[in-house]
């Protein structure tokens, strides 16, 4: 059994992590243009697997069949959520999707409450509404005001990814070694995204140098940080506080676009940032700590 991280240094690498993987939307939404969603997500995380397994294969090999196991079964949950969310890129904004996707911030709580047979504490739906109110205040300017498939689908993509989140709780604090668990979760996932291409799309190789780098910058941040190293993170903390953390991705996605497209900050914006800020620092809080979960 690998040691496990510290609370602090998983929700750091959990928090690295999100942010990571906050550039993926932009990526998507333009190798969507010249590729199918599952060939796509396909070729991505082939090349991250291929990396991957170059680099931890006597890791992944030391960890057995169990860690094979734990992985490609978050890595099934974690394809539909990755099929749901580049769908539904095809029929809404980004800011949108974003949004809807991050109401998994409170659904996470809500159903560990029922799975638990309690009532929500107060602090923990404190700090998901904080969280979720500042996504929204940071996501939502643009919005049509409407709802269509394309929403419905954002709003199963927030479903799915509740349920990999708590999934990832359990297994990454079964014992077996996250790493290489996440290691198999990617290699899952390029397995499913084959098998659906040549099901459903009749999958084509592009050739453009454009498409090849989003594919590898894709894989690289996006999938080997990004996916790999999520039950590493979580095998320290819970999964409402992971599912908090789900917050700083629209948050990342707006101070990357300020810095360096030079986008504005609206006040409704630094709002946003704030309210996020307050809801993943209120356990820390004195006093609140012993009312939220470890």
Not at 11 to 27: G, K, P, Y
Not at 60 to 83: E, Q
Not at 136 to 165: K, M, N
Not at 213 to 233: D, K, S
Request: one cysteine or more.
């Amino acid at each position: 059994m690998k040691r496990r991280l510290s609370r602090r240094a998983s929700e750091a690498l959990l928090a690295a992590v999100i942010v990571a993987r906050s550039t993926s939307l932009l990526l998507l939404k333009l190798g969507l243009e010249d590729m199918g969603t599952l060939t796509l997500t396909a070729l991505r995380f082939t090349v991250a697997s291929a990396i991957l397994l170059a680099l931890f294969h006597r890791r992944v090999r030391a960890a057995g069949a169990d860690a094979a196991r734990r992985g490609a079964l978050i890595g099934a949950v974690f394809f539909l959520v990755i099929v749901s969310e580049v769908t539904a890129l095809r029929y809404t904004p980004t800011s949108t999707t974003s949004f809807l996707e991050n109401t998994s911030v409170v659904i996470v709580p809500l159903a560990l409450a029922a799975w638990r047979r309690r009532l929500p504490r107060a602090a923990e739906l404190l700090s998901a509404a904080l969280c979720l109110g500042g996504v929204a205040l940071l996501t939502l300017g643009g919005g049509s005001g409407r709802f269509g498939p394309g929403e419905a689908l954002c709003v199963l993509t927030a479903f799915l990814y509740a349920g990999a989140i708590i999934l990832t709780d359990r297994m990454s604090h079964s014992g077996a070694d996250p790493l290489a668990m996440g290691i198999a979760q990617v290699c899952a996932i390029a397995a499913l995204a084959w098998a659906a291409a040549l099901l459903f799309e009749g999958p084509e190789i592009p050739v453009s140098a454009r498409d090849w780098g989003i594919i590898l910058a894709l894989a690289a941040v996006c999938t080997c940080f990004g996916f790999t190293l999520q039950p590493v993170a979580q095998s320290g903390t819970s999964a409402g506080r992971a599912a908090m953390f789900c917050a700083l991705s629209p948050l990342s996605a707006s101070a990357l676009g300020v810095i360096f497209l030079h986008e504005p900050l609206t006040g409704a914006a630094a709002l946003g940032a704030a309210l996020i800020l307050a809801g993943l620092l209120l356990p820390n809080a004195p006093g609140a700590r012993k009312d939220l979960p470890s």
